[in-house]
């Protein structure tokens, strides 16, 4: 089997590219997402590799070429954040899943397999086990919910209109990995939450909101589940969940590692929904309230059909996979992928660097070289700012896969040149770099927004602009330091790359320039966000 598997850099992506890897029946893999993974990196070089960005109507072309010669399609791709951006959430999440069902139909693919969620179900009050046939229609108050749900209406429709396709839905419950630990989080922690601190000292107590309770499944198995019902073929929904409960307790021993005694402090739930709303209000926590409500009212998943039909079984305890996922979390893990990539860390390079006892030879200026290093350090320090700010901004519109591999791009070889110059014995950059950090905030506070807070067309045209100029400044610096690649000890051909690097990202960039001032300074077209 040939098997396309859109979103396959997250936390599932990356467990089923493992799990399939291993499948005598599967002949080859096909990855998409908007953002590329390290490909050199396990899992990801299992699979080819492509980028496409769903939300977009005009995505169904290339992903039916994509598709072509595929035996089965997996739809994993799913936006969780930013919750201020409730129609980009939504044309990501729903309309991007229309948009892969009619590619995979255009294609001709006869086996289709969507992650669905334990969200999508109606609310219930009790812990009685649910089937796959307790209603669909979502938790009110939680944007999560309400599209999971929404996404079970587009596959209604698809079922209806294309009734020879196997389309399978997987509803897992929470699903943990070690992996996933930074990626989770950042989606609901944030990075002011001091998870490391749990490496060194656990609190003898945690506050927990009464009545909660949740179930877990590692990613592991989900994969399992999903390659057992490829595979065979199989049509309609499974409930997928360890046979262990998640109450307030147990998630309480996981984090404190307490074993006997009371480890959970009962707080009500209805006050923490207000305090919860406030802090993602303010941007100190990125999980906005709908979470709460969703963990109060989500049924008790029944997992008896996949278990009878598909002969699956779950491996590992909810509980042993939430303390895998707190590990994580505290020694901040995560895979080469820029959804799950490691808490502190940008993608590396993987450029080779000088042995660690290095040291420049005689008739070099060691003063000069390391102040040009360390500018030029300085400079990408803020120029690293303003393309992830830049991404950010301009999520929502079809540029945003080249912003964010040029931010990428940028990140990985700010994080050599520093390892570089560190190698040579050079200190950090002392007072430039925060120079150039505050210059570069205050060069943001331009008045390109149109009240009331839209942004300015013209802002994209200008940012891109500023950015091309900073890479032309980068690949002269490679230019430089190619002319004493001997001395630094770095193989010559590094700078070459990095030349050839920043011509790419150029190129990229020269792209989001002809989209956006083809668009910007005209009244008859849309130039940020899209119409759908």
Request: no cysteine; glycine share 6%; proline share 7%.
């Amino acid at each position: 089997m040939r098997i396309a598997i859109v979103g396959a850099t997250g936390n599932i992506g990356s467990a089923l590219l493992e799990e399939l890897h291993g499948r005598e029946e599967v002949s080859s893999l096909l990855g998409i997402a908007r953002r590329l993974p390290q490909q050199d990196a396990v899992p990801y070089t299992y699979a080819e590799w492509s980028s496409a960005d769903i939300q977009f109507p005009e995505s169904v072309e290339t992903l039916t070429e994509l598709f072509d010669g595929a035996d089965a399609v997996v739809h994993l791709a799913w936006l969780i954040q930013p919750n201020s951006k409730r129609e980009l959430l939504r044309r990501v999440n729903v309309q991007g899943t229309k948009h892969v069902l009619e590619a995979a139909a255009a294609a001709g693919v006869s086996r289709v397999a969507v992650a669905s969620s334990v969200g999508a179900y109606s609310p219930v009050s009790d812990d009685a086990p649910r089937d796959e046939s307790w209603g669909t229609e979502g938790i009110p108050g939680s944007h999560y919910s309400e599209d999971k749900a929404a996404q079970e209406r587009v596959m209604d429709e698809f079922e209806a209109l294309h009734p020879d396709t196997a389309l399978v839905r997987i509803r897992p419950g929470l699903i943990f990995q070690s992996g996933a630990g930074s990626e989770i989080q950042r989606y609901f922690a944030g990075s002011l939450a001091p998870v490391q601190l749990l490496n060194i000292v656990r609190p003898p107590m945690l506050p927990m909101p009464r009545n909660i309770r949740s179930q877990a499944v590692h990613s592991r198995d989900v994969a399992a589940a999903f390659a057992e019902a490829l595979i065979q073929g199989a049509r309609g929904a499974f409930n997928i969940a360890a046979d262990d409960l998640l109450t307030a307790e147990t998630i309480a021993r996981v984090i404190t590692g307490r074993e006997t005694g009371r480890a959970s402090l009962p707080i009500p739930l209805g006050p923490l929904k207000p305090l919860v709303k406030a802090a993602n209000r303010a941007h100190l926590l990125p999980m906005d309230e709908g979470w709460l409500q969703m963990a109060e009212q989500v049924p008790v998943l029944d997992t008896t059909r996949a278990r009878t039909e598909l002969g699956w079984q779950p491996t590992v305890s909810a509980k042993d996979a939430l303390a895998e996922l707190v590990a994580g979390m505290s020694s901040g893990a995560g895979r080469g992928s820029a959804p799950m990539r490691p808490r502190g860390e940008s993608p590396h390079s993987g450029y080779p660097l000088p042995d660690a006892d290095h040291s420049l030879p005689e008739g070099i200026d060691v003063m000069l070289l390391r102040q040009y290093m360390s500018d030029h350090l300085a400079g990408a320090t803020a120029g690293v700012q303003r393309i992830w700010a830049m991404a950010s901004a301009f999520e929502d519109t079809p540029t945003y896969p080249q912003l964010s591999q040029v931010a990428q791009a940028i990140a990985s070889e700010h994080q050599w040149l520093s390892d570089l110059i560190q190698r040579q014995g050079f200190p950090r950059p002392g007072m430039t770099a925060p120079l150039f950090w505050v210059g570069e905030k205050v060069a943001r506070l331009k008045p390109y927004a149109r009240p009331p807070l839209k942004r300015s067309p013209s802002a994209l045209v200008l940012e891109t602009e500023l950015m091309i100029a900073a890479i032309t400044a980068k690949r002269q610096g490679w230019e430089v330091l190619s002319d004493y690649a001997e001395e630094l000890g770095v193989p010559h051909h590094v700078f070459h790359d990095l030349i050839a690097a920043a011509d790419e990202q150029r190129e990229m960039l020269d792209e989001v320039h002809s989209y956006a001032r083809s668009r910007a300074f005209r009244t008859d077209r849309e130039t940020l966000t899209p119409q759908l």
